[in-house]
C-alpha cells in the first residue's frame, strides 16, 4: 500500500526512488512487522491469559513440561501474522503474483491451524482436529495455491526441478510437478508443526531459512546475479525477499515473548502458516532440494516421527524415548535450553551449507 503510494510520488519527489529498491522495502517490511508484534503482544498474551485460551500439555510428554508449561496462553501465531502481513501489505509489490500466492498459503493454513488449536482449547486436550481431516485440508488448501500460481505466474520454470552443486542438472517435472508440490507444501507445514515442541526452537530455524531464502529470492529475480551464480533468472521473483523479510521481522518479535520461558506459543497457527509459507517460497524460487537443506532440522523432526511410528507398527518398539527427536534428548536428561540452543546451532550449519550450493556448482 504504501509502496504504491510513494511509487506514485516519485515524479513530485526524488526522495521516495529509494523505495524501488527491493533491499530498502525488505528492510522496512522487516522492521515494521517486528515493531508491530513487539506492540502488540504484552496486550495479546495479557488477553488470551485472562480468557484462559492455552493448549492442554501432552500428559506422556516431559515432567518438566507438565508442570512449567501449563496455563501458557497459545495461538501466538496469531501475533506472527499480524505483523507478517502488514510488513507484506505495507511494503509489497500488490501487483506481484508471487506475493499473493505466499500470502494465501500463510493466511489459509494459518486458519486451519487456528481451528485446530480452538479444538484443543475447546475440548480441553493435545488432539484437535484428526490428523486425516487436518492433512485432507493441507493438500486441498496446497492444491489451490498451486493453481494460483500457475495461473498467475506465467513462469516458465514451474514444471523444472534444479539440482544444487550441478550446472545443467534439470527434470522436467511435467504434471508431476503439482503431487510434488503438494507434497513439499504440506510437509513444510508439518515439519515446522512437529518442531515447535520447545520455547524458541522452531522460530530461529524459521528466522534462519527465511533469512537464506530471502536471498536466494533477491539473486534469483535479478538477471545478472543469477547468470554469474548458474541459477535459474525468475522474473519478478525477487519480490519475494520482502515477504522473507516480513517473516524474520514477525519472528523476532515473536520470540521476544516466546524466548524461554515462553510467554507464549505460536500453537498450529503459527507453525502451520510459516511452514507452508517456506515450503511455497522453496517452490517459486527452484531451491526445493536447497530448502531441505536450510530447513534440515524441521526434516530431521520430521523423520524422527516417521521412523518412530514405522518401528513401532513393524516391530512393536521405539527407537526413540520419545518423538519429535526433541524430546528424545530431553528424556536422556538435556535441559530444555540446552536442546533449543544445540538445535539453533545445528540450524545455523545447515544454513550456511544451504547458501554455499549457491556457489558451488
Not at 506472527?80 to 509489490?93: A, K, P
Not at 482449547?121 to 485440508?137: E, L, M, P, T, V
Not at 508431476?176 to 508440490?181: E, G
Request: proline share 3%; glycine share 10%; with cysteine.
Amino acid at each position: 500500500m504504501l509502496y504504491s503510494l510513494f511509487i506514485n510520488l516519485t515524479e513530485l519527489f526524488s526522495f521516495f526512488n529509494v523505495f524501488k529498491f527491493l533491499t530498502v522495502r525488505t528492510g522496512l517490511a522487516m522492521f515494521t512487522s517486528m515493531l508491530i508484534v513487539f506492540l502488540v503482544g504484552n496486550p495479546f498474551i495479557n488477553f488470551f491469559s485472562s480468557k484462559q485460551l492455552h493448549n492442554p500439555i501432552r500428559k506422556d510428554g516431559p515432567e518438566d513440561h507438565i508442570i512449567k508449561k501449563i496455563g501458557t496462553p497459545t495461538m501466538g501465531g496469531l501475533l506472527i501474522l499480524l505483523g507478517l502481513f502488514s510488513g507484506v501489505l505495507l511494503w509489497g509489490d500488490l501487483k506481484n503474483p508471487y506475493i499473493w500466492f505466499l500470502i494465501f498459503i500463510a493466511a489459509s493454513f494459518g486458519l486451519l491451524g487456528a481451528y485446530d488449536d480452538y479444538k484443543k482449547i475447546k475440548n480441553k486436550n493435545s488432539s484437535g482436529i484428526s490428523f486425516k481431516i487436518k492433512i485432507i485440508s493441507q493438500i486441498i488448501l496446497s492444491i489451490l495455491g498451486i493453481l494460483i500460481l500457475f495461473y498467475f505466474s506465467n513462469s516458465t520454470e514451474l514444471k523444472n526441478l534444479y539440482f544444487p552443486f550441478f550446472k545443467n542438472l534439470i527434470i522436467n517435472l511435467g504434471w508431476f510437478f503439482i503431487p510434488f508440490y503438494i507434497f513439499i507444501i504440506v510437509g513444510s507445514s508439518n515439519a515446522v508443526n512437529l518442531t515447535d515442541g520447545l520455547d524458541g526452537l522452531a522460530t530461529v530455524p524459521v528466522i534462519l531459512v527465511a533469512g537464506c531464502f530471502g536471498f536466494i529470492s533477491y539473486v534469483t529475480g535479478n538477471v545478472v546475479f543469477s547468470e554469474y551464480l548458474l541459477i535459474p533468472y525468475i522474473r519478478d521473483v525477487g519480490e519475494v525477499a520482502v515477504f522473507c523479510g516480513a517473516v524474520i521481522g514477525s519472528c523476532i518479535g515473536f520470540l521476544w515473548f516466546n524466548a524461554p520461558p515462553a510467554k507464549i506459543f505460536m500453537g498450529d497457527t503459527g507453525s502451520l502458516a510459516l511452514g507452508g509459507s517456506l515450503g511455497g517460497i522453496g517452490i517459486i524460487t527452484k531451491h526445493e532440494i536447497v530448502l531441505a537443506i536450510t530447513g534440515g532440522l524441521f526434516v530431521l523432526e520430521a523423520v524422527s516421527v516417521i521412523v518412530q511410528v514405522i518401528s513401532y507398527k513393524l516391530t512393536g518398539k521405539r527407537i526413540f524415548k520419545m518423538a519429535p527427536i526433541h524430546h528424545h534428548f530431553e528424556k536422556k536428561g538435556w535441559a530444555e535450553s540446552t536442546v533449543v540452543v544445540r538445535f539453533w546451532i545445528i540450524s545455523i550449519i545447515l544454513a550456511m551449507i544451504g547458501l554455499a550450493t549457491l556457489k558451488l556448482r
